[in-house]
């Protein structure tokens, strides 16, 4: 199998459907910041769930997860690399559960992503350790999981303060 650098993007993200939805839809393949990139391709796929009840929110976005554990683990085999910039699921699914339970508005939307992308960005504990530590797929899923979380969080502190 040959290696794939993190900075080139394979080619088969255009042949291989998993590879595709792991790369971000094919955001991933931007030269520039994918995450952002990828984060940007979570705002439709959210706009699509979220006039759905509280419970089938949770219950797609914990499918999310548990679902891209397992595409993250298997694409990184697949190309050889751990943890591909490229590769921004991750950033997907961390939107999503940022968004958890907040109303749906364009400021919020944009709050959220600003928010997500900084903690996705800065790291602060515990989310850089399980960036550092968690090996695999939960790893890469786990550390966008817990900053979505966190900005989750600071959302809501916002919504109850305004």
């Not at 790369?23 to 759905?52: E, K, N, R």
């Not at 797609?60 to 690399?81: A, E, F, M, P």
């Not at 919020?108 to 992308?117: E, T, Y």
Request: aromatic content about 10%.
């Amino acid at each position: 199998m040959r290696s794939i650098s993190r900075q080139s993007v394979p080619d088969s993200i255009w042949r291989n459907p998993l590879h595709f939805i792991a790369f971000g839809f094919g955001s991933g393949a931007l030269p520039y910041a994918p995450g952002t990139w990828g984060t940007l391709m979570a705002i439709p796929l959210y706009l699509a769930v979220c006039d759905l009840s509280l419970s089938l929110y949770l219950m797609i976005t914990l499918l999310s997860i548990i679902g891209s554990i397992w595409l993250c683990t298997k694409v990184s085999r697949d190309i050889n690399v751990h943890d591909h910039q490229g590769m921004c699921i991750d950033e997907i699914v961390g939107f999503l559960v940022t968004m958890i339970h907040i109303p749906k508005s364009a400021v919020w939307i944009i709050i959220g992503f600003l928010l997500f992308r900084l903690f996705d960005i800065w790291k602060p504990q515990p989310i850089r350790m399980i960036d550092e530590k968690v090996p695999g797929g939960l790893g890469m899923i786990l550390d966008d999981v817990v900053a979505g979380a966190a900005s989750c969080l600071v959302l809501h502190l916002l919504i109850w303060i305004f």
